[in-house]
């Protein structure tokens, strides 16, 4: 039975709330909500309330829209994937490191799973675009943890893998399998899209551009028509895949998405990166930014990830400056919204020859709650408005990290931690207090710990015999310092 008490949040040292297409900052605020939605924000309100919430000083802001997650195997390449390359395909860890080693398991990506909700609903992701293999049990995983989720299954038909370090080979899609996988990703609709009080949502996720041909990316295109189901996929990630793409249909991979419909308002692009003009693609096709703005496709920006392997998106003003939705996501490690806010704003201005103007701490959090919202078509998320969905954050502000205290905005971007996270709560319900998780206790957490290492010290022990060279996980990726 729908518990529909109403709640009200007050003593804060701000609300950041919603009105006339921008987010703004309430000084004192309080909010209001009354089973899943929000009734009120402002100064002080007026009506009859079931439980008040002390925010003790806190700072309250609409929970974090993250859009792109690999949960259920993000975070076993942590300590292994950092410091590494492959020096003849431009130091992308994609192919040797990536898809070059076998993926996990069905119980192993369970165990992964509950780690990374364990992770990511403390750090404030109310809602999380998950993408990965999306069996029964992992979405059910999903919807019983109290998170706000989209959750595609992964359907690409081909890969694309190094065998010998020096070329990449992009094998014959099997495009039985690919429609196959299709098949089973409507049927997770069918089964499971607006299970857990409407919480949970099924998409699409055909992988990588580079690794499925047109007619099956027509195919992806029909189904999310018939379906109403929205379309992430990896592009623009790789010099490897931009070339492929070129050569093999002769134009840029945001043209050849556009030509075969994987384009649009319902479509994450995620990554794309290396467009025409980067310092890693010199090659001179230009009009790939315009086609994402005259199309109204959401570009997913995950700086983190690549940044840590020695690039990033050279200039995230001209996709702001032409249009483009820009959203956020974590995807792989680590799992915090706010480690991909920093990243976003500080590398954008050194790569725009140190303009600290550009990408501001509002632009940032815009991207973060407004724009995910957007992206997937939800005027009732990303935002603290009534009507809204009660999905809200409560950071402690007497730190640290908060004080001196005056732009809380500009600290959450630049030195906030997600530790001092107070309060999480989804659809109305309280997940986190106090800081503590109320769905899982410290014991779980030990189990969490215990389950992810063993998953990664067993996956490490047998990388020798999946490396194209039978190296060990020691030669593929050495040890800092030496371990006697």
Not at 427 to 435: C, F
Request: aromatic share 10%.
């Amino acid at each position: 039975m729908e518990n529909l008490s109403t709640v009200l949040i007050k003593n804060t040292s701000h609300v950041v709330g919603y009105k006339n297409g921008g987010h703004y900052l309430i000084k004192n605020g309080q909010i209001a909500y009354k089973g899943n939605e929000i009734i009120y924000v402002g100064k002080k309100f007026e009506g009859q309330v079931d439980e008040v919430v002390d925010a003790k000083g806190g700072l309250v802001i609409p929970g974090f829209v993250n859009v792109h997650a690999h949960m259920g195997t993000g975070p076993v390449d942590k300590g292994f994937i950092e410091d590494c390359g492959t020096p003849n395909l431009y130091m992308t860890t994609l192919y040797e490191y990536n898809r070059g080693i076998k993926g996990l398991a069905i119980e192993d990506l369970l165990k992964v799973m509950d780690f990374s909700l364990a992770e990511m609903i403390p750090k404030g992701s109310t809602t999380i675009q998950e993408l990965g293999k999306a069996t029964d049990e992992m979405v059910q995983k999903i919807g019983e943890s109290g998170v706000r989720a989209y959750i595609g299954m992964h359907s690409c038909p081909g890969t694309a893998k190094t065998y010998d370090g020096k070329s990449v080979v992009n094998s014959e899609p099997d495009l039985k399998y690919g429609y196959s996988q299709l098949e089973k990703n409507v049927l997770l609709k069918e089964k499971f899209d607006g299970k857990y009080h409407d919480r949970v949502h099924i998409t699409l996720f055909p992988g990588e551009d580079e690794c499925t041909p047109p007619e099956f990316l027509k195919e992806v295109r029909h189904l999310a028509d018939l379906h109403k189901m929205k379309i992430t996929i990896h592009t623009g990630q790789s010099v490897q895949e931009y070339n492929y793409i070129v050569e093999k249909y002769g134009v840029t991979p945001a043209q050849y998405l556009v030509d075969n419909g994987i384009c649009g308002p319902d479509v994450f692009w995620t990554h794309y990166y290396l467009k025409s003009g980067h310092h890693l693609n010199p090659r001179k096709m230009p009009g790939e930014l315009e086609l994402m703005a005259e199309t109204k496709t959401n570009l997913v920006h995950c700086p983190w990830v690549v940044g840590r392997r020695g690039y990033a998106m050279e200039s995230l003003q001209q996709y702001l400056e032409k249009g483009i939705n820009v959203v956020l996501g974590t995807d792989t490690f680590p799992q915090d919204m706010l480690y991909e806010m920093r990243a976003a704003s500080v590398i954008c201005k050194i790569m725009e020859g140190g303009d600290p103007f550009a990408a501001s701490a509002k632009t940032i959090f815009d991207m973060a709650t407004l724009g995910g919202a957007k992206a997937l078509g939800r005027e009732d998320l990303g935002r603290l408005a009534p009507g809204a969905k009660a999905d809200i954050v409560i950071f402690d502000t007497k730190n640290m990290d908060f004080l001196p205290y005056r732009d809380p905005i500009k600290i959450l971007v630049y030195t906030a931690r997600s530790v001092y996270i107070d309060r999480v709560i989804v659809d109305g319900n309280t997940l986190v207090a106090n800081g503590k998780n109320l769905r899982v206790s410290e014991q779980e957490y030990e189990k969490l710990y215990e389950q992810l290492q063993d998953v990664a010290t067993r996956k490490w022990a047998a990388i020798h015999e999946q490396d194209w060279a039978g190296r060990s996980i020691e030669e593929m990726s050495p040890l800092s310092y030496p371990e006697e």
